[in-house]
Nanobody
Framework: QVQLVESGGGLVQAGGSLMLSCAAS????????MAWVRQAPGKEREFVAA???????YYADSVKGRFTISRDNAKNTVLLQMNSLNPEDTAVYYC????????????????WGQGTQVTVSS
């Protein structure tokens, strides 16, 4: 069993930055591919970024060049650095874990966090 706890969300002005953090429990963190998925009010969940067990990264076109995903296996943590935020980035951001290979999707994950709200004002 893996528990994921996100933090770092909040209110920021357009053009600003936030760093989201996801802390994972357990001793097998390095065996999981990790991802961030977001959901805006009234919209479907949207893939944001993913990182494989070996550190390969994948991004949605909408965040490429602005967001950076990273992981620290020693600290059981995955980070999402978000720069140049705009109001369209407003959503609840979820951390997700998947055993084995990384996937670029909004589903097919084994564990989910509770989410953290990111609000970008114009």
């Amino acid at each position: 069993q893996v528990q994921l706890v996100e933090s770092g969300g909040g209110l920021v002005q357009a053009g600003g930055s936030l760093m989201l953090s996801c802390a994972a429990s357990g001793r097998t963190f390095s065996t999981y591919a990790m991802a961030w998925v977001r959901q805006a009010p009234g919209k479907e969940r949207e893939f944001v970024a993913a990182i494989s067990r070996s550190g390969n990264t994948y991004y949605a076109d909408s965040v490429k060049g602005r967001f950076t995903i990273s992981r620290d296996n020693a600290k059981n943590t995955v980070l999402l650095q978000m720069n140049s935020l705009n109001p369209e980035d407003t959503a609840v951001y979820y951390c997700a874990a998947r055993r084995g290979i990384v996937v670029v999707t909004t589903h097919d994950f084994d564990y989910w966090g509770q989410g953290t709200q990111v609000t970008v004002s114009s």
